[in-house]
T-cell receptor, first 113, second 114 residues
């Protein structure tokens, strides 16, 4: 069965520090991979996506993610977090056809001043 | 301009009632979706429609009936509401029914069943 796992439920990071959020997937083939952010009381916004090619993907708000096929991972990183990065982050995977996304359980990021 | 909008934002109702949530997108997209986010923030797709045609129905109870009067609208009607239906429901849309296309999400409707 297809699944996406985000091992960390909560992460607390100091403002200005680096952030890394983990995501592992289990699919029959390499899926399309996405990271979304959900701010409190808001819908989801796409940060970045990976389909093929360069395994290091740049997104909005200074985020990047690296696809590692050997580890079935697609981890999200930001070199220096801002207080406004406090939110829930979701990793998702989908197939080429059908556009059905499978989401991970989310990681809540808290930013300390 | 709001790309994907939902109404209402909050919905509080009693068990057994019937309620509807409306969704509209002004992006000109062909495909629309309903997702359910439970109290643990777990997001799961319920339905997808492409050009008003039902594509995905993820074993959702038949108390849930989506209706797409046109490509820009996908409404969700729920009959005989149960406590377990309490959740946040998100509508989304994408240009096509293709995995490469980004899904744009609405702000969500928080449904509370008492």
């Amino acid at each position: 069965a297809q699944s996406v796992t985000q091992p960390d439920i909560h992460i607390t990071v100091s403002e200005g520090a680096s952030l890394e959020l983990r995501c592992n997937y289990s699919y029959g083939a390499t899926p399309y991979l996405f990271w979304y952010v959900q701010s409190p009381g808001q819908g989801l916004q796409l940060l970045l996506k990976y389909f093929s090619g360069d395994t290091l993907v740049q997104g909005i708000k200074g985020f990047e993610a690296e696809f590692k096929r050997s580890q079935s991972s697609f981890n999200l990183r930001k070199p220096s977090v801002h207080w406004s990065d406090a939110a829930e982050y979701f990793c998702a995977a989908g197939k080429a056809a059908g556009n059905k996304l499978t989401f991970g359980g989310g990681t809540r990021v808290l930013v300390k001043p | 301009d709001t790309a994907v909008s939902q109404t209402p934002k909050y919905l509080v109702t009693q068990m057994g009632n019937d309620k509807s949530i409306k969704c509209e997108q002004n992006l000109g997209h062909d495909t629309m979706y309903w997702y359910k986010q439970d109290s643990k923030k777990f997001l799961k797709i319920m339905f997808s429609y492409n050009n008003k045609e039902l594509i995905i129905n993820e074993t959702v109870p038949n108390r849930f009936s989506p209706k797409s009067p046109d490509k820009a609208h996908l409404n969700l009607h729920i009959n005989s509401l149960e406590l377990g239906d309490s959740a946040v429901y998100f509508c989304a849309s994408s240009l096509r029914l293709a995995g490469v296309d980004e899904q744009f999400f609405g702000p969500g409707t928080r449904l509370t069943v008492l």
